[in-house]
């Protein structure tokens, strides 16, 4: 921590500084300009985390010198995290391979769920997706089957071989969740609940974290960090766009984040397509570019017919159109230098089986 003093500040106002921050344990360093002084902090500076410097006299300026995150620093690990979603094998995000998580906004009931999860496992998806809470900005829209729905992904999940990702919303929810997901998705209307965040760090289950509408990266890593600090760290960042001035798409995919992000973090962090550009014409694009700016995967919205989709059915690609997606993302993914993530061949279920209800 660097500590900037006001013009012609005072010795013993310099004294009382230096002896807050050695009280706190940690060494001074003065450097004296014609105007100013500075003062160098060394060791621990989170110990003077709590200390109120800047409002002892003479201080102008007090400059952090460490990340205000720890445990999802990229320094923190020597590797990448790659998470394993999943029994057995399972299916990872992170590492070389480009994962990608597909299936509707919401479960709307059994039929199209078994549909889905055929279609988007026939294309390549490792993973499942589908809402079974819904966050939805009115209280009279469709908010989900809940635990009707919850139990649908479970079986699905036992006949498709697929993982399943769902939301959680709420702590109280947290272990009926946890016993039928594969993964819990923290939207971005959550981002910053802070006890649901701690609830998730006590599970030891994948959380996908989503970047919230007017998070800052700085926000997002240090929510991931409230999960690691309860000894989850299981988790997979997700950058969904985010508020900004332009109305011409539901939100600004905020594609150097995912650089950044990587810089800063040993997590794999995916993109979301569907909710950054709101429209279906642009997931292809979106999901291009992410591939492109290093992401580790992709959330895809797909339903089998988007038009009667329940939910956000102008951003869903229907079963064809992501298949196609999928064939070009390859090359891709090629460029970028990963592959395609695909499931194990021990998972040999036909995914077809069990739909029509
Ligand atoms: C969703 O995944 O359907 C969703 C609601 O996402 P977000 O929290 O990013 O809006
Ligand atoms: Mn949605």
């Not at 029994?87 to 769920?113: D, F, K, T």
């Not at 997700?238 to 939100?251: D, V």
């Not at 064809?320 to 990963?338: K, P, T, V, W």
Request: net charge negative; glycine share 10%; charged share 20%.
């Amino acid at each position: 921590m660097i500590i900037v003093t006001r013009p012609h500040v005072t010795d013993p106002e310099l004294d009382a500084i230096r002896e807050v921050v050695e009280r706190a344990g940690l060494q001074t360093h003065l450097s004296r300009g014609e105007h100013r002084t500075i003062v160098g902090c060394i060791g621990d500076e989170r110990m003077l985390a709590e200390v109120g410097l800047s409002t002892l006299p003479g201080v102008e300026s007090v400059i952090p010198v460490l990340k205000p995150y720890r445990q999802v620093a990229r320094e923190f690990r020597a590797d990448p995290t790659v998470v394993v979603v999943g029994e057995g094998e399972g299916a990872s995000i992170g590492g070389n391979q480009l994962a990608v998580i597909a299936g509707p906004c919401s479960v709307e009931g059994r039929e199209m769920l078994f549909s889905a999860a055929a279609s988007v496992r026939a294309a390549g998806a490792t993973l499942l997706r589908g809402g079974a809470f819904k966050p939805r900005s009115s209280p009279y829209a469709f908010r989900g089957l809940g635990e009707e729905a919850l139990a649908l992904l479970a079986e699905v999940r036992a006949v498709s071989g697929l993982p399943v990702v769902t939301e959680v919303m709420d702590t109280r929810q947290v272990e009926i969740v946890a016993e039928h997901a594969d993964m819990l998705q923290i939207g971005a209307r959550n981002m910053q609940n802070f006890p649901l965040l701690s609830a998730v760090g006590d599970l030891r289950r994948p959380v996908l974290l989503k970047r919230g509408l007017s998070a800052t990266v700085e926000e997002l890593l240090l929510a991931a960090e409230y999960i690691l600090a309860r000894g989850n760290d299981q988790v997979v960042l997700c950058e969904r766009g985010i508020r900004t001035f332009k109305t011409a798409t539901r939100n600004t995919l905020d594609v150097s984040a995912v650089p950044v992000l990587k810089r800063e973090t040993h997590l794999p962090v995916i993109v979301d397509p569907s909710h950054a550009g709101g429209k279906s014409w642009l997931v292809a694009p979106l999901s291009f570019a992410a591939v492109a700016a290093g992401a580790d995967g992709l959330i895809i919205e797909v339903h089998p017919k988007p038009s009667e989709a329940r939910s956000d059915a102008e951003q869903s690609v229907a079963p064809g159109e992501f298949g196609d997606l999928m064939s070009r993302l390859r090359a891709f993914a090629g460029a970028a230098g990963r592959t395609m993530s695909a499931i194990p061949d021990n998972v040999p279920v036909d995914p077809g089986s069990g739909a029509g209800g």
